[in-house]
């Protein structure tokens, strides 16, 4: 399949390492792209449900897709999420095409982006109620596999597929006053002057125009890669959400784990130190900011 050309594309709330990625449709998203820039915008590797005996290949080919259009010349920026949020001590380092940073501002043909994972305006992250948080994306993780048992028998039966996690999600996002999230990124968008606001986080995908009486600014967030399968392009000078259909992958399938040789990739020592990445740690001064232009004409 020949790659199509795109001038910045953003996915986030990818969650390797839990049940509920996909992976093997966002590596076949990935090898269909060809960025000038990837950003992954947070919950790209999930720390909080890290288990050394769960990250099969498929997860592993997703970090080679990542890698491999670095390599042939793409700028990949990792911003930080929630779920990965230990990566924020080593906030700002970059080598080559790749950077780790805890929030963006772009340029792009004149329009001011601010991109940042979202989870800083969620209070259901913080605290004491981060436990909760924890809890609940565990019991999150474990509603998708009955899902998908469920799922496996109703199309044995020749029914169509539910998605039970789906509207728990979309449940829990009306619970936690999601409107007010983006109202609040939106509004602080206005008063800093920006053109977008892209966020991730809620695994919701959006796009439209956020306006007060100070202004006007387009939300737009990514979704994600559990539920939705949808991620943010810009090419023709705008915008677009991309909404992934595997049914046009059909003749591109991964590899077969079969024909890897058994390797024990996850080594005591790197599960050891993801393992190490989920211990509190102290953020100093918040979010580092970084900023950039990127001029497509």
Known sequence: MERRPVDVAVISDLHLGTYGCQAKEIVHYLK?????????????????????????????????????????????????GNHDEAMRRYSDIEFGNFQLVDKVVMEINGKMCWIFHGDVFDATTKGSAKMLAKLG???????????????????????????????????????????????????????????????????????????TKNGKVIYLNSGDWVEHLTALEFYDNDWH??????????????IKMEKYPHLNVITDEVAMFISSLGQPVEIMNGAAAFSTVFPFN
Request: aromatic share 10%.
């Open 137 to 211: 994306s565990s019991g999150y993780d474990l509603l998708i596999r009955f899902n998908r048992f469920m799922n496996w028998i109703l199309q044995m039966m020749g029914k169509e597929k539910m998605s039970l996690s789906k509207n728990v999600m979309d449940r829990v996002n009306k619970a936690v006053s999601v409107n007010k999230f983006e109202q609040t990124a939106a509004e602080i968008a206005i008063e800093k002057k920006y053109d977008y606001v892209i966020c991730g986080h809620i695994h919701e995908p959006q796009m439209r125009t956020v306006e």
């Open 32 to 80: 269909s792209i060809s960025p000038q820039i990837l950003i992954l915008n947070g919950d790209v590797i999930d720390v909080w449900q890290f288990r050394k005996r769960y990250f099969p290949i498929e997860h592993i080919q997703v970090i080679k897709e990542v890698m491999s259009l670095a390599a042939k010349g793409t700028r990949v920026i990792y911003v930080t």
């Open 241 to 254: 959400m991309y909404q992934h259909d595997e049914k046009k992958f059909a003749g591109a399938p991964i």
